[in-house]
């Protein structure tokens, strides 16, 4: 009789108990693996993500224990042999990759081991109940029985309980890694002097923006924004005064630009300033009045006891976004403009049209 109670049906478009919800948990944690995996072509990381949507496919159609527990073994192997490749990547994730590993495994552990457990003792209870029937005292056979329903109603409740707390463990658990991976991914997207995004965060933005207005008959305008004369800076004033130009520099750009346009450092003193729906006229009209702006503004700091101002000017350069450009190309044709801009005297706006007859000016 054990025999034929081993495998527990499970069917999550019908049951909302912890077993259904475990499951949930396990997609859950399967989407996580999929979001921190670092990217790269070496490690084929879009290789892994697309595995990794399969086994999520697969465990949205299981339908038993045996089968969730193969879908997500093999969704741990995969991820481990992943993560093996990827330690050098890795360096602020490891311990979170880890942890969510073993939450996978736990949570698997927990939806077979104490349907197993439950099922064991239910059969116990029912050879129970089958020998009942060898009882001739009426009485006794009441008495019996009454003992035998009390025992199942424990059972159950106890059942009930420990997986109630075993998943609100769980949730927990995952409810901390969520937080602190997220607290991980906005910190690898911001650069850590400035506080506005960084090269990384300007290069996956490019590539969305692209992927989105290609779709559209809209348009927008990427800048290259560049501090001149910035070594000076640093020889005049030092490099601790150089860091806080630079600070200046960026929340001058965030706080002369709308909410729906984005700001990045590109590297050095150099920042990227992408502006939403517009084209490269209305681009320029915006980007000379932010350069004036900076021109115009100074910074005051002490040395030796004395006031010292230091006064700093910008340069841009500006294309706009055309129909089949890739992020690339659109970055050096801003990256070109922004040399015409230095060529031509700094402290000004240089804009560059697509094309081979495209000019600046």
Not at 34 to 41: Q, T
Not at 257 to 274: H, P, Q, T
Request: with cysteine; aromatic share 6%.
């Amino acid at each position: 009789m054990p025999e034929s109670v081993q495998i527990r049906t499970i069917d999550t478009k019908q049951e909302t108990g912890p077993a259904s919800r475990l499951v949930d948990l396990l997609d859950r944690l399967l989407e996580l693996a999929s979001d921190i995996a670092p990217e790269s072509r070496s490690l084929k990381t879009e290789a892994y993500r697309g595995r990794i949507e399969e086994y999520r496919s697969e465990l949205s159609r299981a339908r038993d224990v045996s089968k969730v527990d193969h879908v997500v073994r093999d969704a741990i192997r995969v991820s481990e042999e992943f993560f093996e490749r990827s330690k050098s990547y890795l360096t602020t994730r490891e311990r979170e990759l880890r942890e969510l590993i073993l939450l996978m495994r736990d949570a698997m552990e927990s939806l077979a081991g104490n349907g197993q457990d439950f099922h064991g003792q239910m059969v116990e209870t029912g050879m129970r109940l089958s020998r009942l029937s060898e009882l001739e005292d009426i009485r006794t056979l009441k008495k019996r029985l009454s003992q035998e329903v009390d025992t199942l109603k424990r059972v159950v409740e106890q059942k009930h309980r420990d997986e109630q707390a075993q998943f609100s463990e769980l949730t927990e658990r995952v409810g901390v890694l969520e937080a602190t991976l997220e607290l991980t991914k906005r910190q690898a997207t911001l650069d850590e002097l400035t506080g506005v995004p960084n090269r990384r965060s300007l290069d996956q933005t490019l590539r969305e923006w692209v992927q989105t207005y290609a779709e559209t008959k809209r348009t927008f305008v990427l800048g290259m924004v560049d501090l001149d004369d910035f070594k000076a800076i640093n020889d005049e004033h030092g490099h601790v005064v150089g860091d806080r130009v630079l600070r200046c520099a960026a929340s001058s750009l965030s706080g002369g630009v709308r909410g729906d346009d984005f700001v990045a450092r590109y590297g050095g003193e150099e920042f990227a300033v992408i502006l939403s729906d517009t084209n490269l006229r209305a681009g320029r009209e915006r980007m000379d009045e932010l350069v004036a702006r900076i021109g115009q503004s100074r910074y005051k700091y002490q040395r030796h006891g004395e006031d010292r101002w230091v006064y700093f000017t910008v340069s841009a350069g500006i294309t706009e976004y055309a129909r089949g450009d890739e992020p690339e190309v659109i970055l050096q044709r801003a990256d070109e403009a922004l040399y015409g801009a230095k060529r031509k005297g700094k402290n000004c706006v240089v804009t560059k049209k697509k094309g081979l007859l495209g000019r600046l000016g």
